[in-house]
């Protein structure tokens, strides 16, 4: 059974641009989550999604958005990004309640 | 808001020596506990977890866990260590309030464990 699959791996961005980072969850799951692990903040919430809807957000900036495709898909978008916005962004497949994180992107802004 | 608090930041041990991470959350209402394991280079991976029902559980690699409600802890424990554990824990809540599936995690516990 395959896992949470992430990609890219790595990213390297400058201030200013945006990024898409993708997640594909394992099979059958229709809940995906994302986090921000950082040194200084830890792994910290950013947002849900169900069956392509919003379910929860954490408290991030406008700046941070994702989408849920019919396939489960997700995606997380980060415009005009900040050199604070360097972190490991981790992707979580959730069934009954039990979350199965993927491999994570990190993304450098330079 | 709910939080978690994990007392120890980095803790050194010897291999065989016992292990007991602390873990407290503040959130009066029904929670869902884990403790989730990343390893160096590692994903995040789920050790145990309580929903309900017998408050001391049983994770993977001998590890253990016991919820005291009176206490709002999930203390991790481990008779007896080894290298390989070596690692950064996690300990994590979710909540009916909060959304089942929005994990509040601690800090992080970095454990060394020295041959």
């Known amino acids: 059974k395959a896992g949470v699959t992430q990609t890219p791996r790595y990213l390297i961005k400058t201030r200013g641009q945006q990024v898409t980072l993708s997640c594909s969850p394992i099979?059958?799951?229709?809940?995906v989550s994302w986090y921000q692990q950082t040194p200084g903040q830890g792994l910290q919430f950013l947002f849900e999604?169900?069956?392509?809807?919003?379910?929860n957000k954490g408290n991030f900036p406008g700046r941070f958005s994702g989408r849920q495709f019919s396939n489960s898909r997700s995606e997380m978008n980060v415009s005009t990004l900040e050199l604070g916005d360097s972190a490991l962004y981790l992707c979580?497949?959730?069934?009954?309640?039990?979350?199965?994180f993927g491999q994570g992107t990190r993304l450098t802004v330079v | 808001a709910q939080s978690v608090s994990q007392h120890n930041h980095h803790v050194i041990l010897s291999e065989a020596a016992s292990l007991e991470l602390g873990c407290n959350y503040s959130?009066?209402?029904?929670?869902?506990l884990f403790w989730y394991v990343q390893y160096p280079g590692q994903h995040l991976q789920l050790l145990l977890k309580?929903?309900?029902?017998?408050?001391l559980v049983k994770g993977i690699k001998g590890f253990e866990a016991e919820f005291i409600k009176s206490k709002f802890s999930f203390n991790l424990r481990k008779p007896s260590v080894q290298w390989s554990d070596t690692a950064e824990y996690f300990c994590a809540v979710t909540s009916f309030s909060g959304g089942y599936n929005k994990l509040i995690f601690g800090a992080g516990t970095r454990l060394a464990v020295h041959p």
């Open positions: 309580y929903f309900s029902g017998d408050p």
């Open positions: 979580a497949s959730i069934r009954d309640r039990e979350a199965f």
């Open positions: 999604y169900f069956s392509e809807t919003q379910r």
């Open positions: 959130y009066g209402g029904t929670v869902n």
């Open positions: 099979s059958g799951h229709r809940s």
